[in-house]
Nanobody
Framework: HVQLVESGGGSVQAGQSLRLSCAVS????????MAWFRQAPGKEREGVAA??????WYADSMKGRFTVSKDNAKNTLYLQMYSLNPEDTAIYYC???????????????????WGQGTQVTVS
């Protein structure tokens, strides 16, 4: 069973940056896909970015402002967010899939395990 714990959320002013972390524990495959999703009030959950074996993927609307990275020694996934705006306000979740990311990474049904989420509020 894989456990995911997000941290780093908070309230920031527009234009500021924030870094989210997702600590992974429990039994995992040697190589696995990790992703960030977010869900804004009244909207569906959407994929933000994903990481697998040193490769990364981004949703088109997130390219250039968000950077996903993974520290394998710490089993931690990060999401660095720059130039935040109020439209980025959402609960951010990390997710785990015990295989490659591939073209399905933006589908939340692709992932077996989820964190509890961390709130990001931009005003």
């Amino acid at each position: 069973h894989v456990q995911l714990v997000e941290s780093g959320g908070g309230s920031v002013q527009a234009g500021q940056s924030l870094r989210l972390s997702c600590a992974v524990s429990g039994y995992t495959n040697s190589y696995y896909c990790m992703a960030w999703f977010r869900q804004a009030p009244g909207k569906e959950r959407e994929g933000v970015a994903a990481s697998y074996d040193g490769r990364t993927w981004y949703a088109d609307s997130m390219k250039g402002r968000f950077t996903v990275s993974k520290d394998n020694a710490k089993n931690t996934l990060y999401l660095q967010m720059y130039s935040l705006n109020p439209e980025d306000t959402a609960i951010y979740y990390c997710a785990y899939h015990g295989g490659g990311c591939g073209s399905l990474w933006e589908s939340d049904g692709y992932f077996e395990s989820w964190g509890q989420g961390t709130q990001v509020t931009v005003s």
